[in-house]
Structure formats: structure tokens, C-alpha cells
């Protein structure tokens, strides 16, 4: 009897030891660290600057889906990320700026693979719950870099020091934003 009493003891105390090892090995985050985690802390570093955009819809809300009709995702000024200067590690693509900036800011982000699609390149489907033809058949996201439209994708696109990319939300493919 007291021999299995004496080995039910050894096994609690050797699973409480493997629990505890276990625990040891786990990295915990508040949630403000998890979103603020910088995974560019290698190589050379540049300053660049983002912002979200989607103000074209203040002067189209009639097109946008009704749920969409809401502070919640279209704000009163058209801003939902005001431009945000970031330190980025030299090659990261405007892709990689725009998951940063969501990731800490807390704005949803949907996007499709570069794998996924004829043009090699990630192809921004949704931010903070707007989609391509949420405001019609022309809308969607676009982003230009220092004012310009580039013509590739924002995972093509390297980032260089001091550029300004913006992510606009366009109901007329693009020319409501400056593409002719």
C-alpha cells in the first residue's frame, strides 16, 4: 500500500516537474507587446512613413454597403491611420510597412498571397473592413508611394528611405485619387 502511495508521489512530482519546464520555455506578451513586436531588428534601417485613407468614401457613402455605413469604419475625416513614421529594416516592402502598421495600430487587414493571383504580388483585399466593391463595381484599395502609382504590387514594391506610401480606398479605379 505504501509503495503505490510512494509512486503516485514520484509521478505527480515528475509530471509537476515536466509542467513547470514546460511553462518555463513559454514566452508571455501582454497583448500591447504582442502588437508592437519589431521584427525588423536586423541590417540597416530606414524611416519611412504610412497612412490609411479612405475619404473618397465621404463623398460616395450612397455606393458603400449599408453595414459599412459607420464611424466605426469609415471616420468622419477619412482617416484610419494618420501618417505614422516606422523604422524599417532596408528591402522591406511596402507590404511588409502597411502589416506592420496594422498589426500595431489593431486594423483588420485581409490580403491574398503573392501565390494566389496572375501579378506575383500580395493583393490588399480588405483594411479595417473595407473591400474591393464595398462602394461599387470600381472600388478597392490602391497605394502610391511619395504621390505616385506604382504600377507592381506593394510586396514588389522596396521600400527607400523616407518614402511616403499611403493606402487610399478608390470608388472610381483610382481616378478619384489621382490616376489618370
Do not use: H
Amino acid at each position: 500500500m505504501k509503495q503505490k502511495r510512494y509512486k503516485r508521489i514520484v509521478i505527480y512530482l515528475v509530471l509537476v516537474a515536466i509542467v513547470a519546464f514546460a511553462v518555463s520555455k513559454i514566452k508571455f506578451q501582454t497583448v500591447d507587446e504582442y502588437y508592437s513586436a519589431d521584427s525588423s531588428n536586423e541590417g540597416k534601417t530606414i524611416e519611412v512613413s504610412i497612412g490609411i485613407y479612405c475619404d473618397t468614401l465621404l463623398d460616395n457613402y450612397d455606393k458603400l454597403d449599408q453595414s459599412l455605413q459607420s464611424e466605426t469604419y469609415v471616420p468622419k475625416d477619412g482617416v484610419i491611420l494618420k501618417e505614422t513614421i516606422y523604422q524599417m529594416k532596408e528591402g522591406d516592402s511596402a507590404f511588409d510597412l502597411l502589416k506592420k502598421a496594422t498589426k500595431e495600430n489593431k486594423i483588420q487587414l485581409e490580403y491574398q498571397g503573392a501565390d494566389g493571383n496572375a501579378y506575383g504580388s500580395v493583393y490588399i483585399q480588405g483594411i479595417n473592413n473595407l473591400y474591393e466593391f464595398s462602394a461599387g463595381s470600381l472600388s478597392g484599395w490602391m497605394y502610391t508611394i511619395n504621390d505616385k502609382i506604382p504600377d507592381y504590387g506593394t510586396s514588389k514594391y522596396e521600400l527607400k528611405d523616407g518614402d511616403k506610401v499611403a493606402f487610399r480606398y478608390t470608388c472610381d479605379l483610382g481616378k478619384d485619387i489621382g490616376r489618370e
